[in-house]
Each structure stands twice: as structure tokens, then as C-alpha cells.
């Protein structure tokens, strides 16, 4: 375990992460999912974490490993079309992931991930969280409207607003 690392996860209070995704940007990111999923039959889920839990620090957890552990958690897996999103924000360590179901990961691959993630990453380098975060779900809700139009009846399967943990 890095002491420093440890160090930075555990003296952040919760509060932190609400700081820089306030009510008024918790409820445009809300809109925006709600949006973005009436023209797809994909499922998106924003999670924003401010320090890992004690325990992932002390095995040396990445975001990327914590990220695949909540999407499990949250059932992004288990969506009617395998079209399931995590985006996952991890504040101290300014990492975004984003984990996807295998079916829209297959048509998209790691390369789109990425890119989105690293987009992200930049308009959160420069403060601007809420644009940061908008932009990330146009992107992905174009290319899962792309991949995934509505047939008929399209389910909310998962719940839109975002997950401050």
C-alpha cells in the first residue's frame, strides 16, 4: 500500500465530492441520462466516488478495479440488451473509467472508451465537471443510439440520477 495514496483517500470528507457535482449539476446530468435514453435502448449509470473505501486502498485497488466491482454491484450488467454504461468518477485520483456491457463494448471497443474517459479528464483538469460530464453522455448516447435504437417499448432499467458515493 502507498502511504501517500492512502493518505490523500482518507483525509478527503465526503462532502467533497458534492462540491464539484452540486445539486444543480446531480439534476442536468439526471436530464441528460433521461434524455439520451429515449433514443437508445442503452442503459447509463454515473457514479462519482470521492475517496476509495479503506479496503481497496489497503489491497491496492486502481479505479479501474473499482469501477469493475461497482458495475457489478449496480447491475450495469444486467441490462435487457447487454447496452449497460458505467461511467465512474474517482476524485482524488482524477481518474474516470467507463466499463461497458460485453454487446456495446464489442461494437465499440477500448479506443472510444478511452477517449471519452481522457475527454473527461481534461474538461475535469480545468474545473468544468458539469461540461465534462454532459459531453460524456452525448458521446456515448450517440453511438448507443447508433448501435441500439428504441424498438417499441424502451424500459428505464436503471435509475438516472447520478450515484455520489
Known sequence: MQWSRFLRHSALPHWW????????AQQAITAAIAASETRHRGELRFVVEGGLPIADLWHGRSPRQRALELFAQLGVWDT???????????????????VADRGIDARLGESFWQSVCRDMETAFAHGDFLRGALAAIETIG??????YPPLG???????DEPLLL
Open 17 to 24: 465530492s458534492q462540491r464539484q457535482f452540486p445539486p444543480a
Open 80 to 98: 435487457q440488451d447487454n447496452s449497460g454504461v458505467l461511467i465512474y468518477v474517482q476524485l482524488v485520483d482524477r481518474r474516470v473509467e467507463i
Open 142 to 147: 450517440g453511438e448507443l443510439a447508433r448501435h
Open 153 to 159: 417499448d424502451n424500459p428505464n432499467e436503471l435509475p
